[in-house]
């Protein structure tokens, strides 16, 4: 026994290198291969639901569905997946449903037998909503809502870098509303991605780059416009413009400093063209007042471009604030109609330290001062694309409604020691009322939010990033 046992586990690199790393089978939680024995005699139906239970948000902007079905979903599980995913548990120490998921690769076709609603991707939806479904259909596979939990879940990180993002919108908005002329068309690009290098890997990248994409239009992680634009049929979901690193402007010298800039204008200045210059290598305020206030000046203006400065150091608040009105006393500004500054010929974008909070604190410093929200944009890394878990906004998913010898049973979780993680009994819909979204206890309701999405291996919806975006602001 011992012997059989070690012949498998050094089975596991070979089963590796054939692709047991990409085995849809495998992408689970060990335990969940012990489940389908757990259940009680005479189970063949089962209805699990995923929902935020709130957190840090009161709402939640629902995407990233559409990619977890197309990228996973759309396989077939083969009689190979079947064999590998038994081997591994073996070894693994947990009992696998072999006879299960063989019939799903040979009499079913390979197709997942499970029916999935959801709502729209782009829905803004008040938290402890439901938000998707999942339901078995075929009597032999009852145990499959639970085993792909794992996957489905997943949802939480583009649905969070969404809702992070949606929220960081509603707060510049707000600022422009109050001293923009042309609000509607400025915030597209009012906040830029600068998370890739952040994230834990190239996925995280893509799905919560294409996750912010949309709420803005500016991004420089360029998985996350691959991915928006791949799984989200959009020619060109996300834009960018030259920008100068430290690395540069550093190789000039700091002697050299002032052409290092000089150079970002010839290469890059051109008429109506924008560019991006960091300018703290050194000494920020001297750059700011003496080399592009004055030895650039001329230069700069004549370009007909609009140069960006972008501090890179210091408290947020009070470097923004001071930045601009250095860049007023040398380029001046002209007054809208709303009776806030707008600076000539340059901007200023903020990338360090950039969070909900201190968006909120930036742009009030200025509009106080009695500049306005357009002067200034905002790169956010970490904290958009990684400072975020599954916990920011509770997400659950549990089961809550059994079928047994032809009988639909309600079942629900309810832990004395907190109250918060009761969860909702009955075959589940969203509905949309005059008070709002409202989750009920009344299956494929007639005024139901959830579209059916996915049934026996079919994705039966797909959209393009423009419809999710439209849906986003409504």
């Known amino acids: 026994m011992k012997r059989h046992l070690l012949n498998l586990i050094l089975a596991i690199p070979t089963l590796v290198g054939a692709g047991l790393d990409t085995n849809f089978i495998l992408d689970t939680d060990s335990y969940k291969a012990s489940h389908w024995l757990q ?3 005479g189970t063949t139906s089962a209805f699990s639901y995923l929902e935020s239970r709130g957190g840090k948000y009161e709402k939640t902007l629902f995407f990233g569905l559409q990619y977890i079905l197309k990228k996973y979903f759309s396989q077939s ?9 038994g081997i591994f548990f073996k070894a693994h120490g947990e009992p696998f449903n072999y ?3 063989m019939y799903i690769a040979n009499e079913l076709e390979g197709k997942l037998p499970i029916r999935i609603r959801a709502v729209p991707e782009g829905t ?17 596979t009852y145990w499959l809502p639970s085993w792909v939990e794992t996957q489905l879940m997943r949802v939480w990180y583009p649905t969070t870098v969404a809702t992070v993002s949606w929220h960081c919108k509603q707060i510049i908005k707000k600022y422009l509303d109050l001293s923009s002329d042309d609000p509607e068309i400025e915030i597209d690009f009012k906040l830029h991605d600068f998370g890739a290098r952040g994230v834990s890997s190239r996925e995280s990248a893509g799905i919560g780059g294409a996750s912010h994409l949309i709420n803005f239009k500016g991004s420089d992680t360029v998985m996350g416009v691959i991915y928006a634009n791949r799984y989200y049929h959009s020619e060109m979901s996300g834009f960018s413009i030259p920008a100068a690193e430290h690395s540069t402007i550093t190789s000039y010298g700091k002697e050299n400093e002032v052409e290092a800039y000089r150079n970002m204008l010839k290469q890059f200045a051109k008429p109506n063209a924008l560019l991006a210059v960091v300018s703290d290598s050194y000494d920020l305020f001297n750059a700011v007042e003496n080399l592009w206030g004055k030895e650039l000046k001329q230069e700069l203006i004549e370009s007909g471009a609009t140069v960006i400065i972008r501090p890179d150091s210091g408290n947020p608040r009070e470097i923004v604030l001071k930045t601009v009105q250095l860049l007023d006393k040398n380029f001046g500004s002209t007054v809208n109609s709303k009776g806030f500054k707008v600076l000539k010929n340059v ?7 950039v969070n909900e909070e201190s968006i909120e604190e930036i742009l009030k410093a200025i509009t106080d001062e009695g500049y306005s929200a357009t002067n200034i944009a905002f790169g956010m890394g970490g904290a958009l694309l990684q400072r975020i878990d599954r916990d920011t906004q509770k997400f659950a998913y549990k089961c809550s409604s059994i079928t047994i010898d032809g009988e639909a049973i309600d079942v629900f979780k309810s832990p004395v020691t907190d109250p918060g993680k009761r969860s909702k009994k009955g075959k589940l819909d969203l509905i949309l009322d005059g008070s709002g979204f409202k989750t009920v206890n009344a299956h494929n309701h007639l005024d139901s939010v959830l579209q059916l999405v996915y049934e026996n291996g079919e994705i039966l919806v797909e959209e393009n990033l423009e419809q999710i975006r439209a849906r986003s602001i409504k």
């Open 39 to 41: 259940y009680p005699e």
């Open 347 to 353: 901007r200023v974008i903020q990338g360090d330290g």
């Open 77 to 85: 599980i083969t009689p190979e997946m079947v064999e590998e995913a």
């Open 124 to 140: 803004v939806v008040p938290t402890s909503n439901v938000l998707l479904t999942v339901e078995s259909t075929d009597p032999n």
């Open 99 to 101: 006879d299960g998921w």
